[in-house]
């Protein structure tokens, strides 16, 4: 069996690493998506995030427009976790040498990310760093406000709400250690680079009063909802959304426990969104992608999965 541990990604590693970064820096809602800072009658918020070794994907196939989308999706869509509207972004793109027409076609996709958020960029920084990068990095950082009475936080969650999953658009932008590990990219490799679907619009469409908590599921998969929900509750999950098939390949090919699976994927699930479970229906109707009721919240702690029993 293959885990995103021996691919060279230690999870556990990595939440006690920030556990310690947060101790030091104590920022205000600490562990969330992110973090705020007063502006008036407005929390602003800024978010950082990279494409990863999705690069790679990038490198192999010679394709580049795409993982701008993929940088931007990273950001805007953990900006959105507290409910705030991403409003401006910066780039930071390190290569390893200028190669002008690669860089105008990572910059395509950084502007169509931008497009789809309706985030303005506003400024960017490019480093030729052939002592340090093997191909390209990128990386963006992202403002977004909110009004403080509207602010998302996750403190209202409560026994009995549910969890409605929202689709994702395929793998996003991790877990590509352990997928390039286990795929061959010749085959898979244009799956692997479908962007990460960008949430802002049809989530600031829907949030309201009847929202308790929203998550964006990236690394580390169903472990992201501890994030958002009281420590003293969990959630179960008893109907996940049915994974579309890269992540089949990459289980079957990895030989990968399903447990392993929700621990470092998305599984089909990019976002989620903890309501009351009365106004779940009317805010799944204000959704443009596919998504479905696939759990609730429970006092037991813990993320658990019924049908494949066990816990994260």
């Not at 947060?22 to 969330?32: D, F, I, N, P, Q």
Request: proline residues 4%; charged residues 25%.
């Amino acid at each position: 069996m293959t885990t995103y541990k021996e691919a060279g990604v230690d999870i556990n590693l990595e939440d006690k690493a920030i556990k310690g970064i947060l101790s030091v820096l104590k920022t205000k809602l600490s562990g969330h998506f992110a973090g705020i800072v007063e502006f008036g009658e407005y929390y602003l918020t800024m978010c950082t995030d990279g494409v990863g070794s999705k690069v790679m994907v990038a490198e192999h196939l010679k394709k580049y427009d795409t993982v701008g989308i993929d940088m931007v999706a990273m950001v805007v869509n953990d900006a959105i976790c507290i409910g705030a509207k991403p409003i401006a972004l910066v780039d930071y793109l390190a290569v390893e040498k200028v190669e002008p027409d690669k860089v105008e076609e990572i910059m395509e996709g950084v502007a169509e990310g931008a497009k789809q958020s309706g985030c303005e960029v506003i400024s960017g920084e490019t480093a030729t760093l052939p002592e340090v990068i093997k191909g390209f990095d990128l990386a963006g950082t992202c403002l977004g406000v909110v009004k403080k009475n509207e602010i998302v936080t996750g403190e209202k969650i409560e026994e009995g709400d549910v969890i409605i999953g929202v689709e994702s658009s395929g793998i996003h932008s991790n877990g590509l250690t352990l997928a390039r590990k286990v795929l061959d990219l010749d085959e898979w490799g244009a799956e692997l680079l479908t962007p990460t679907r960008i949430y802002v619009k049809e989530i600031l469409n829907i949030l309201g009063p009847e929202v308790h908590g929203l998550s964006n599921i990236t690394g580390g998969g169903l472990r992201k909802i501890k994030r958002i929900i009281p420590k003293s509750m969990g959630a179960e999950i008893t109907d996940p959304i049915d994974p579309p098939k890269i992540f089949r390949a990459i289980q079957n090919h990895g030989k990968i426990s399903p447990k392993e699976m929700y621990e470092t994927f998305n599984m089909g699930m990019g976002f989620c969104i903890i309501s009351k479970a009365s106004a779940a229906e009317e805010i799944m109707k204000g959704l443009k992608s596919k998504a479905q009721i696939v759990g609730s919240i429970t006092k037991t702690p813990g993320i658990s999965l019924k049908s494949k029993d066990f816990v994260v």
